[in-house]
């Protein structure tokens, strides 16, 4: 085994000096900086991570933490099978990437760790966490356990919730502006009456998205209408029964605004279920971009969120939260969106 002795000896400098490098000192010239990385490559050295984590008293462990909508606790790694995880499996894999290129390791646990805030606090204490990320928090009704993380001093950041305090901040796509700019595409189009079918408007991207659109009508001058406003959970086969439901009921509108992806596949069977045709008789957007978008009839347009950068950020927030480098408070990092215009939107039919 290659030892720290050995990397000094190799880059000519002591082993004091190769700890202070790997501990991520700035006392260090960049010339010793070098010679030690170089010898650490050339050697295949290893540090021990967990003798570091005992001599800085902070480990190298993120825990990741998985909420439903329901506010029914964390997920398990099967639970990430449910369509409405869809986007967050590449947000996973940006942030298990970031983490392991900033010499980080992450925790999924597998089953809730403690009902109550207290309980909660404790386990991560318990596991030396040095900072949790929090993707897909419900904040209403509020979650006892986010207070806690909120109020107490482990680093915290959420994705897609509005956390924010002297140890937490958040990451998010703007939800606002994607959604504005897929209502503005329609109407451009042509489209007045617009359906916008909502996973939940008791979670921020779906409040987010659904203001977005009621902005973009207000601009044109069009008054929104409630009734043409529909809940139907973020799950494709929600959005299925919702949809299809709503066609039971009425077909005075061109188009539908699905508050993701998935739940627009969910609306394009029930469209074809009830003989219209999309574009033609009615236009059809979705919110992501997922890869299963793209291989739709007609292929969906959507507004593309950059899964890798929220994942990259929220790594890179936390860890400038861990080690004293951000702002106080930490600031949020707000991501941008991209219309993508494919061929499930056309003009507005001359009949409505």
Do not use: C
């Not at 605004?257 to 033609?280: N, T, Y």
Request: hydrophobic share 40%; charged share 20%.
């Amino acid at each position: 085994m290659v030892t720290s002795e050995q990397v000094a000896q190799l880059a000519g400098v002591s082993r004091a000096t190769v700890s202070r490098v790997l501990n991520g000192s700035s006392r260090i010239s960049p010339e010793a900086k070098e010679r030690v990385h170089a010898a650490i490559a050339a050697l295949g050295y290893e540090p021990d991570v967990v003798a570091q984590s005992l001599v800085r008293h902070r480990s190298r462990m993120l825990v990741l933490g998985l909420w439903s909508e329901d506010g029914e606790g964390e997920l398990n790694l099967s639970s990430l099978s449910k369509t409405s995880r869809y986007f967050y499996l590449d947000v996973l894999k940006s942030i298990e990437n970031e983490a392991a290129s900033q010499g980080y390791d992450l925790l999924l646990p597998s089953r809730p760790q403690g009902k109550t805030p207290e309980n909660y606090i404790r386990s991560l204490q318990m596991r030396r966490v040095a900072g949790t990320i929090m993707v897909s928090l419900r904040l209403q009704p509020p979650d006892p356990r986010i207070h806690a993380l909120l109020q107490g001093n482990i680093p915290t950041v959420f994705i897609d919730a509005a956390g924010h305090g002297s140890h937490a901040t958040y990451v998010k796509a703007d939800h606002i502006d994607s959604a504005r700019q897929v209502t503005e595409h329609l109407l451009s189009l042509g489209h007045r009456r617009i359906v916008f079918l909502i996973g939940s408007l008791s979670d921020l991207p779906g409040m987010e998205r659904l203001l977005g659109g009621q902005q973009a009508l207000a601009n044109a001058g069009i008054p929104f209408d409630p009734s043409l406003t529909r809940q139907g959970g973020w799950n494709v086969d929600e959005a299925y029964k919702t949809a299809s439901m709503l066609l039971d009921e009425r077909r005075d509108f061109t188009a539908i605004v699905a508050g993701s992806d998935v739940m627009a596949m969910g609306a394009l069977r029930a469209i074809h279920e009830h003989g219209l045709r999309v574009p033609e008789d009615v236009s059809l957007t979705g919110f992501d971009d997922i890869e299963l978008g793209h291989y739709t009839v007609p292929a969906l347009t959507t507004s593309r969120q950059d899964h890798d950068m929220i994942g990259r950020g929220a790594v890179q927030r936390l860890i400038a939260i861990i080690e004293g480098k951000a702002e106080n408070p930490p600031s949020p990092l707000i991501v941008p969106t991209q219309l993508v215009v494919r061929q499930s939107t056309g003009p507005a039919p001359s009949s409505l």
